[in-house]
């Protein structure tokens, strides 16, 4: 199935890479596509491990195999699923909340990264894909490509983020944020070590979740929105600029 989708845009193939790996680690990796139930399906849906919207997404992905199996001469499997139903709720991080997630980090790049994320509202993908020859220290500005929208970009370098990117350039690898078992290629998109802080610094107790929504990795990226805003700063405006800014 993956094998196929290389043929589509980068952003297309990661986000079915990603679903992909999210279905071995909730079926496991010796579940035949075939055999596949509904309940397992139950059991995916009531994990509780992914928001309702990823699980959705999750099991979008498992029936385009599904609907693959004919091509493939594999029988198909016969389960029956409703997707889940998505409030959409804006989870944004005070800055009370920022110090409290800080003190739950318990290494640089971790910190690194979700300052990187706060002041940017980069999307994780577009953050480890980060070639040192995207830096403009001379304007300030990282030139993004963003691989969901297959489309480039530029956002500015903030005063707590620059001496963090200068120190990246000089890891012995093109990217800012390595692999830690071969430079020659970026860090994985996982985030359950930021994830797990989120949790223990109090960021998704009941009531928040209740109220707000879960906060995952990329209310990093409401949170950048929802500031840009209560600055005063109109994000269509902030967005026209920053795409001028990489044309140029």
């Known amino acids: 199935f993956l094998k196929e989708q290389e043929l589509n845009t980068k952003g ?145 370098i903030t005063k707590r983020m620059r001496p963090i990117i200068e120190r990246r350039m000089s890891l012995k690898s093109v990217y800012l944020f390595p692999s830690a078992t071969d430079i020659r290629r970026p860090r994985t998109r996982t985030t359950k070590s930021i994830r797990r802080a989120i949790a223990v610094a109090g960021l998704n107790s009941p009531e928040m979740v209740k109220r707000y929504g879960t906060c995952t990795v990329h209310s990093f990226r409401d949170t950048f929105a929802t500031r840009l805003v209560q600055a005063g700063v109109s994000f269509i405006k902030y967005k026209l600029c920053s795409d001028t800014q990489a044309r140029r």
């Not at 919207?53 to 029988?75: A, E, F, Q, Y």
């Open 12 to 156: 297309t193939y990661e986000h079915y890479k990603y679903m992909s790996r999210a279905l071995v680690r909730l079926l496991g990796p010796r579940k035949v596509l075939s055999d596949i139930t509904t309940q397992d399906i139950t059991k995916i849906q009531q994990g509780g491990s992914y928001s309702p919207k990823t699980i959705n997404h999750i099991l979008g992905t498992l029936n385009s195999m599904r609907l693959r199996c004919p091509d493939w001469n594999v029988k198909a499997p016969t389960f029956k699923y409703k997707r889940l139903k998505v409030v959409t709720k804006l989870r944004y991080i005070t800055r009370e909340e920022e110090e409290r997630l800080f003190k739950q980090l318990t290494t640089t790049e971790q910190r690194d990264i979700c300052i990187c994320l706060l002041d940017t509202g980069m999307r994780i993908s577009e953050l480890i894909n980060l070639h040192d020859s995207d830096v403009d220290l001379l304007n300030n500005v990282l030139n993004i490509y963003r691989t969901k929208t297959s489309n480039s970009g530029a956002v500015g």
